[in-house]
């Protein structure tokens, strides 16, 4: 029995004094309900009595200014690209070779030579790993590793909710708000599982406050640079949404003028560092990132651009992997990621930045067998959340590290197993923010972020 760790544990509601009473009822002539007080006063307590662990004292607490999620969405197969198995039987192992990088004893295959250069710059963690409640369904993996708690909802093309958990950029714009940036940014485009478009996580029970700023340029797949159309659109959305008094003057002040503003004009950038990244969504997503960053936004997320009903680019590959991984996924994967990381040590950003890329599973370690339901080729690989790999760098992660290991056919991890939870603990760790902390939830409830505790291991002392 495969045993995964960050399981569930039982929420204790905190009770209030009566000088707290008292503050509430004052509270709600200036607008503050007693939910809010809740939640600012769970984010505020450093200290829990049943944490145990000081968590502000383990390495790399608060030491990201910033986080760039790059969601892989759909699946990456994690032994085509960052945990190859060469001595692992024909019908196992890639087809690719693997190649060395700049991390001592650490290899990804032919398909990474870009991010081999750079992966002394960042850290593996090969042992990923969830048994999924239900059926393996990329929904229910998406709304797990972005919120950090299960969905009551199986469907794998069910949209998202108004009374959804919110996504962890939600709470950390609510918990860690900017002031000249938008905190949350989403791009290029929404999450596609099949043919449903937008089943990503977002603000959920917060409101619209806290939505992300979703930068979808109208083509969707090809930029030619960045156009500033779509987020007049997403203003007037908002102002539809009767949010006058906080996304609104947000976006009107983005639109308008400052150091955002400029951020979102590619255009500035040389034509050299755009060839860099990539001339493709990905790509110009990232960079737009790294811009996005500079100007003080918290959380960025770049989402792996799939197109609804399409397989372009597709990570769910179910059938004709090797073809779509080598001339697609992989090489634009590997110029966006690794030029994103060289990008931002060289600027001196990577130390206050936590860059994280990973996908809601990886992909089956046999070829042509079926784990989901779903038909499979001999050339491609099913969905797979026992085992699979994400990739962290900067703010204080250790440079060139591995984390746990997968076993010989990459099936199971055999060493520190990290539950999708986990990492999500450990990027509220690295914002100052306790996992633990609670909030109320969609009923009012109060319970913790995320029921987890992160992989300070990652840090370095």
């Known amino acids: 029995m495969l045993v995964i760790p960050g399981g569930v544990s039982r929420d204790l509601c905190d009770g209030l004094t009566r000088r707290d009473l008292l503050r509430v009822g004052g509270s709600t002539i200036l607008g503050v309900s007693l939910a809010e007080l809740l939640q600012w006063q769970a984010a505020s307590a450093a200290v829990t009595p049943r944490a145990p662990l000081a968590l502000e004292q383990m390495p790399g607490w608060n030491r990201a200014k910033s986080v760039i999620l790059v969601f892989l969405q759909g699946g990456p197969s994690h032994l085509d690209l960052w945990d190859p198995k060469e001595d692992a039987p024909d019908n196992i192992r890639s087809v690719f070779r693997s190649i060395s990088t700049s991390a001592s004893g650490v290899r990804v295959t032919e398909l990474l030579p870009r991010l081999a250069a750079v992966m002394d710059r960042a850290t593996l963690v090969r042992s ?18 972005l919120t950090g708690h299960a969905a009551d909802r199986a469907s794998t093309e069910e ?10 950029g939600s709470q950390i714009a609510r918990l860690k708000p900017t002031d000249d940036a938008p905190p949350f940014v989403m791009m290029p485009g929404p999450i596609n599982v099949a043919d449903a478009v937008g089943i990503n996580p977002a603000a959920g029970h917060l409101g619209p406050r806290f939505e992300p700023l979703s930068y979808f340029p ?20 908002r102002v539809e949404l009767g949010d006058f008094s906080s996304y609104y003057q947000q ?5 308008v003028s400052g150091a955002a503003r400029s951020a979102f004009d590619l255009a500035q950038e040389p034509a050299d560092t755009l ?21 003080g936004t918290r959380f960025v997320e770049v989402n792996w651009p799939k197109v609804a009903g399409s397989e372009r680019h597709s990570f769910d590959a179910h059938v004709g992997l090797s ?12 110029a966006g990621l690794a030029t994103l990381i060289a990008d931002l040590d060289e600027r001196g ?25 779903l038909g499979n080729s001999d050339d491609g690989r099913d969905h797979w959340p026992y085992c699979y790999t994400a990739l962290l760098a900067g703010a204080g992660v250790q440079r060139g590290g591995l984390i746990g290991a997968s076993d010989a056919t990459g099936s199971i991890p055999v060493d520190r ?38 992989v300070v291991e990652l840090f370095g002392s």
């Open 128 to 145: 990923m790993s969830y048994t999924p409640a239900g059926g393996l369904n990329h929904t229910a993996g998406i709304y797990q590793l």
């Open 159 to 168: 949209p998202t909710k108004s009374g959804d958990d919110p996504h962890v």
């Open 218 to 237: 109208l083509d969707g797949m090809n930029w030619g640079g960045a156009s500033l159309d779509s987020l007049a659109r997403e203003a007037d959305r």
């Open 251 to 255: 976006a009107l002040s983005l639109l």
């Open 275 to 295: 060839d860099r990244y990539g001339r493709n969504p990905f790509g110009q997503s990232c960079l737009l990132a790294r811009r996005l960053i500079e100007a």
């Open 323 to 334: 073809k779509r991984m080598r001339d697609q996924a992989g090489p634009m994967l590997d």
């Open 349 to 373: 950003l990577l130390d206050e930045t936590l860059v994280v890329a990973v996908g809601e599973f990886g992909r089956s370690p046999r070829r042509g067998v079926s784990t989901s339901g």
């Open 417 to 454: 197993p990290v539950h999708p939870t986990e990492l999500l603990a450990t990027i509220y760790h690295a914002v100052g923010i306790r996992p633990d902390a609670r909030v109320p939830d969609r009923r009012q409830q109060m319970r913790r972020l995320v029921d987890a505790q992160p």
